[in-house]
């Protein structure tokens, strides 16, 4: 019998590294996890990407320094076409795209940074380079006392996800590690793969080589030649970081574009649990936004209704306190304290003013039933954790805030706090276990709270019970170890735990927990809004009375009305009245929503208002200032002195750039101010020759920048007694519209916006036509555009609504209060429209 040896193909390290990390993002992860493991207070990433996304909009700078990187000229001239001091790519579908952003990608950079312990030769070629080793899974805990997040020995291969090629550098902490370098004067190591040399036929593994060498200055010396920006060398500069390790991955195969950099951001800030006592943090930064993003932020939140503490030791006990925040206790009537189930333990006006009850439970009573089948005594399995859990809903109708005395918060903090950090996350050691909880994920209701809502339904105060609580209105963190739960073991993707019974008898105890959350909530719902009842049974009364309404407008409406009921004059009457109810609530409703809106326009306007006398200041401030700068360089500096030069190297022509510049942003300063004259808030005759004229001038500059040509014809020696301000809104919306559909459409044609006025025998017509690409033919009916909070512009990644859909209803609102109607016209190019004015309105 003869022994042979296994062999493993080289492309394994594909499979357990491209092919086996989900997503970009989550291969950042896994190697913001090294630093963890490594004592390090901190770990850096950021992304160069300046020049390497793709924009459809180009300034003179950006095209030219996308020159200076390497980009061919001949392709720029391809997909770019100047005009006036910008350059368009007009075809979304022009064939160099493709290859551009090919060309774009080769410029981008990723850096993972770490002043952790860094690693010897010897750790490099006995642990970095070896598959699968089982280094962590014997010594998981650190020097400094962590848990080391992560156990498979594979983690680093998800730096081929991230790129074609790495270099590492890395220096040793010598109170950790010792050198066996016969070369004692390395300080550190430089290691270089290439991924593409894992690729070929037959190739086996011991065939690939890494580069590996000797580094003999400082990691901040390393540090200080690295191209990443002065603001992460100071931090490591004053941290006085000795060691540690620096991961360049170039060749990326991602794009790294401002939305894949935010959802970075966002999976980055609950990568470790939300406490105010952080001993490690980490910090993004990229270069085409480099204000925007800084050190991760922590997803820890106190505008909580209900808040479970919950802690399971090893004697299968839980601990668990119940925090109510929902209800504001002064305000609850004595009456609702008298009732008989107001005296029972955790429920006396005592407990709510203290705020919180707490209750023990064991494994057995939060999975009742469960004891008796569990013959392999998965409960000794799970061992201990603990479990934070925070309820928040998002709104509450004005009746129930009235009924169940809810204290006042921010519904849209609230609900903008739920979408970023919202979700049951897991923790083990203090680092997450992706992708529980993970928004955009099917992992996101990992403990199937969405499937118990389904089963159970039942409102907040229903009398039979049944409450469970909605997923989307629930955070938390659950806390487990290698310690301590050694039944949970790594998926080999790093995508989760294997799905084994101890798993998933801890995700019934979970939600066991969560279920006294919502007993206890639902129990005082009940009793408060029977003590309503007792207080107001004649406004219950008008409630049923309503409903009573509405159920004979739907009987009506079907065919289950009999020809004795038709014929019937009282319930002729009723139906009336009904009839007349109903209209009267949509009324109501209507007015309600509009309000709502106007009220937020009206708070933006207040807010420009404000500040109108500095963007004055802030305006003259511009007047002629890089005139001046230039009268004093020609005072010793002739033009021609840069005769030959290139444009970007010549200060002349940066100058009458940067004018350029100035001359926009008085354009638009001007813009903003003239709108909130007070002038225009009243109503006067408008001559409408000179209003257009006005009107034209103000959006001369806009037009004029995009190729732009407004025609205006009908209106001499016509009068209009209304608002100017109504009309800006009229026109002001129609002009943003246009300049949209102008910016999408793909086909090369004259960009015109024809506004003409023609009279007929009892009214004046305006009719509205720009040459654009007109309605998406995905419009059924063109009235619904005139509807609030429609819009077709989403975002190009997620399809996801970004346009704010008021534009077109707000022309609609203003031609209405008017006595003005709009007719949606159907030409064979562009978009028009007909606005209809009474006579009676015109002089």
């Known amino acids: 019998m003869v022994k042979i040896p296994f062999k493993v193909s080289a492309r394994t390290a594909r499979l357990i590294g491209r092919e086996n990390v989900a997503t970009p993002k989550g291969a950042v992860i896994e190697l913001v996890k090294n630093g963890y493991d490594a004592d390090s207070r901190y770990s850096i990433v ?90 962590k899974s014997n010594n998981f805990i650190t020097p400094n006392g962590r848990i080391k997040a992560g156990a498979k020995g594979i983690g680093r291969f998800a730096l081929d996800k991230l790129g074609e090629r790495c270099e590492m550098l890395t220096f040793f902490d010598v109170n950790v590690h010792n050198c066996k370098d016969e070369d004692s004067a390395f300080k550190g190591y430089r290691w270089n793969v290439n991924w593409n040399d894992f690729e070929g036929v037959d190739k086996t593994i011991d065939h690939v080589d890494a580069e590996l060498e000797g580094i003999s200055t400082t990691y901040i010396e390393n540090i200080e030649l ?55 943090s980490i910090v993004l930064k990229d270069s085409l936004e480099p204000q925007k993003y800084g050190a991760v932020e922590s997803a820890f939140c106190d505008d909580y209704d209900y808040k479970i503490e919950a802690h399971a030791d090893f004697e299968q006990k839980v601990q668990i306190t119940v925090y109510r925040n929902e209800y504001d206790v002064e305000s609850i009537p004595p009456s609702f304290f008298r009732r008989e189930n107001q ?62 005395f809810y204290k006042h918060c921010s519904y849209n903090l609230r609900t903008e706090w739920l979408n970023k950090f919202g979700g049951i996350k897991l923790f083990r050691d203090r680092f997450r276990v992706r992708p529980y909880g993970e928004r955009n994920n099917s992992a996101f209701d990992w403990l199937g709270l969405g499937a118990r809502k389904q089963k159970s339904p039942a409102g907040i ?78 406004a219950q009364n008008q409630e049923k009375a309503e ?8 009987k009506q409406s079907n065919s289950s009305l009999t020809d004795e009921d038709r014929q019937n004059p009282h319930y002729q009457s009723m139906a009336l009245l009904a009839a007349l109810n109903e209209q009267k609530n949509l009324e109501i409703e209507q007015l309600r929503e509009e309000q709502k809106v106007l009220r937020a326009l009206a708070s933006s306007g207040l807010m420009l208002a404000s500040f109108s006398h500095d963007l004055s200041k802030l305006n003259n401030s511009m007047n002629g200032r890089f005139e001046k700068i230039k009268s004093l360089f020609l005072a010793n500096l002739p033009i021609d002195t840069f005769e030959g030069y290139e444009d970007r190297k010549n200060p002349y022509v940066l100058l009458d750039l940067a004018m350029q510049t100035d001359e926009k942003m008085q354009n638009w300063l001007n813009f903003s101010i003239g709108i909130i004259k007070k002038d225009k808030r009243r109503r ?58 102008f910016i999408r459409m793909k086909e090369e044609r004259d960009r015109t916006i024809d506004i ?39 975002n190009k990644s997620t399809g996801e609504e970004v346009g704010t859909g008021l534009g077109m209803w707000i022309v609609k609102l203003v031609v209405e209060d008017n006595d003005g109607r709009i007719n949606i016209l159907n030409p064979e190019q562009g978009f028009g429209m007909n606005i209809i004015f009474s006579l009676k309105n015109f002089k």
């Open 46 to 135: 950021y992304i160069d990407n300046k020049y390497s996304v793709f924009h459809e909009l180009l300034s003179v700078e950006q095209y030219i320094a996308l020159q200076n990187v390497g980009i061919e000229l001949s392709l720029l001239e391809k997909i770019y076409i100047k005009k006036g001091e910008e350059y368009v790519a007009e075809n979304s579908t022009n064939p160099g795209i493709p290859l551009l952003i090919e060309q774009q990608k080769k410029n981008a950079e990723l850096y993972i940074i770490d002043c952790g312990e860094g690693m010897s030769r010897d750790i490099i070629e006995n642990y970095w380079m070896t598959i699968g080793t089982d280094n």
């Open 226 to 280: 690295l191209n990443i920006p002065d603001s992460i060398k100071d931090l490591l500069k004053v941290s006085k970081a000795t060691h540690g390790t620096i991961l360049k991955i170039s060749g990326l195969r991602d794009i790294w574009d401002e939305e894949a950099v935010a959802q970075l951001y966002d999976d980055l800030g609950v990568l470790v649990p939300p406490i105010e006592n952080q001993d490690y």
């Open 343 to 404: 005296q029972k333990q955790n429920y006396t006006k005592a407990d709510f003013l203290r705020g919180y009850w707490t209750i023990e439970r064991t494994f057995a009573e939060l999975i009742p039933g469960y004891r008796d089948k569990d013959v392999t005594h998965t409960f000794e399995n799970i061992g201990a954790f603990d479990f934070t859990f925070l309820f928040m809903k998002r709104t509450a109708s004005k009746k129930d805030e009235k009924r169940f």
């Open 461 to 538: 105060a229903k009398s039979d019970g049944g409450y469970k609580v909605e997923v989307e209105n629930v955070a938390g963190s659950i806390f487990i170890s290698r310690l301590t739960n050694i039944d949970f073991e790594d998926k080999s993707s790093r995508e989760g735990l294997q799905e084994n019974q101890t798993f998933s008898v801890f995700k019934l105890l979970i939600q066991g927990i969560i279920s006294i959350f919502e007993e206890d909530r639902a129990t005082i719902a009940r009793e408060l809004a029977a003590d309503d009842y007792d207080r107001n049974g004649d």
């Open 547 to 554: 409903k009573l309404a509405k159920a004979i407008m739907e």
């Open 684 to 741: 006067k005759d408008i001559i409408l020759e000179s209003y257009f004229r006005t009107l034209k001038m103000t959006w001369a500059s806009i037009f004029e920048s995009r190729a732009i040509r407004c025609n205006v014809t009908g209106v001499e020696s016509l009068k209009i007694r209304a608002f100017e301000i109504d009309f800006d809104s009229i026109f002001y919306n129609l002009f943003s519209n246009s300049i949209e559909a």
């Open 756 to 794: 003409n006025f023609k009279r007929t025998d009892d009214s004046i017509i305006c009719e509205y036509h720009d040459s654009g690409p007109g309605l998406s033919p995905d419009i059924v009916n063109p009235e619904i555009i005139m509807t609030p909070l429609f819009t077709t512009k989403r």
